[in-house]
């Protein structure tokens, strides 16, 4: 609920400091006039628990590992290491960067990349942001397959 009021907070003031974007319109000279058009945007709703169970179904911990659960091939991801308040744009733009890597490696591990809706990457940062909630995270929180890859040493 906290994440849902944060992010209402953050379009109100948006919307009301009169986010716009650029509409040109060109006159005969071929010289752009800008009009602002209002922006309507459209927050998910975070959910951490959810994030949780994506986080451990979605492959995510094939290589990232949170609360100790998962592989060490890239970065752990515990809340208590990161920053107090971040903005969720700038952790996809982080993945946006890292995409090439982690898509080899999702296809090398996984067999094909994994795929996110806007809704579940919402709630995976949510939860990556959610130090109570990553303490649910358990070894069972993964699928059986995820499990049995990380016993055989996978991130070693």
């Known amino acids: 609920m906290k994440y849902l009021f944060t ?3 953050v379009i109100s003031f948006m919307l009301s400091a009169g986010l716009a974007v650029s509409n040109p319109e060109h006159d005969e000279e071929g010289i752009a006039d800008h009009e602002a058009v209002s922006i309507q945007l459209i927050m998910p709703k975070m959910d951490a628990e959810l994030g949780r169970e994506l986080f451990g179904s979605k492959g995510c911990a094939t290589c990232h590992s949170v609360n100790g659960v998962g592989g060490e091939d890239a970065s752990a991801l515990d809340a ?32 094909e990349q994994i795929q996110f ?24 929180s993964l699928s059986p397959e995820m499990q049995e890859m990380l016993k055989a040493g996978h991130g070693d």
């Not at 744009?89 to 080899?104: G, H, Q, S, V």
């Open 117 to 140: 809706t806007g809704d579940e990457l919402s709630s995976i940062i949510a939860f990556l942001h959610d130090d109570l909630e990553q303490h649910e995270f358990t070894l069972e």
């Open 7 to 9: 992010s209402s907070i």
């Open 80 to 111: 208590h290491d990161m920053e107090p308040y971040m903005n969720p744009f700038d952790l996809a733009a982080k993945m946006w960067r890292m995409a090439p890597f982690m898509i080899e490696a999702q296809e090398e591990e996984l067999g």
